[in-house]
């Protein structure tokens, strides 16, 4: 407990599966959070939940992808906490459609949700962390960020920039002793995967691609995170955390 003691933390798409499990587990740890997602009243229900375990929370409903958007976060919640320490961009959107099926709209959508988003998020809470000294930027890619995968080029692709501008961002920011890495999760059970594990064979597909049989949890996702969160990981800067259960061990 205490691990994230006067800290200030952003997450987005925290009104459910990663990124509500970051959030619960931030605020046990000592950290006044503030949770955006699309979904309004679950934002409010985490809220309250935060607050019922004793915990500092605000919630905003948030289009990740929208800059004014971004501005209105990062001045309330400044507002209303004092400074930012802590930004985990964990909101994104997963697209499987066949290549040549794929249109630009579907393109654009994939890489603003998925990108753009991070690239807002950085450009306006940095300044925040610049003035308090110092920070840590934990980006959720995939471990489709680190091999190429059958049927998913979009989101293959916006999830390998995700971890190529966390490096940029380290290298470019760390004179201001802001450090930013990526996380990389496997095969993760939350309510944007359910339907994909509903049936029997499938899910049995996804255990075996693991060297650990099993799939993961958010909880092993947020466990992660709250490390890189941290003053644990002072001198890691620009790496990418696979928290897959072995699968890029392969």
Not at 23 to 29: G, M, P, R, T, V
Not at 212 to 241: H, N, Q, W
Request: net charge negative; with cysteine; glycine share 12%.
């Amino acid at each position: 407990m205490g691990r994230l003691d006067n800290k200030v933390a952003i997450i987005t798409g925290a009104a459910g599966g990663m990124g509500k499990a970051d959030a619960l587990l931030f605020a046990q740890e000592g950290a006044k959070v503030a949770i955006t997602d699309l979904q309004e009243d679950k934002i409010k229900e985490v809220v309250a939940e935060i607050e019922a375990l004793g915990g500092e929370a605000i919630g905003f409903k948030q289009n990740v992808a929208s800059e004014e958007d971004w501005v209105r976060v990062v001045d309330e919640t400044v507002q209303k906490f004092g400074k930012i320490d802590i930004l985990v961009n964990n909101a994104g959107v997963s697209n499987a459609t066949p290549f040549m099926d794929l249109t630009v709209e579907g393109w654009e959508k994939t890489m603003s949700i998925n990108v753009t988003s991070i690239f807002l998020g950085q450009k306006y809470v940095i300044p925040h962390m610049i003035e308090a000294g110092g920070g840590s930027i934990v980006n959720i890619s995939s471990i489709a960020g680190l091999t190429g995968g059958s049927g998913a080029g979009p989101y293959t692709a916006s999830k390998g920039a995700v971890r190529m501008l966390t490096k940029a961002t380290a290298v470019d920011f760390a004179k201001h002793n802001i450090r930013c890495n990526s996380v990389h999760p496997g095969y993760i059970e939350t309510p944007m995967t359910v339907d994909l594990f509903k049936d029997e064979q499938m899910m049995q597909w996804f255990q075996s691609q693991t060297p650990l049989p099993r799939l993961g949890k958010a909880e092993d996702i947020a466990r992660g995170v709250l490390f890189l969160a941290s003053d644990e990981s002072s001198y890691i800067t620009g790496v990418e955390l696979p928290i897959d259960g072995g699968y890029y061990a392969k």
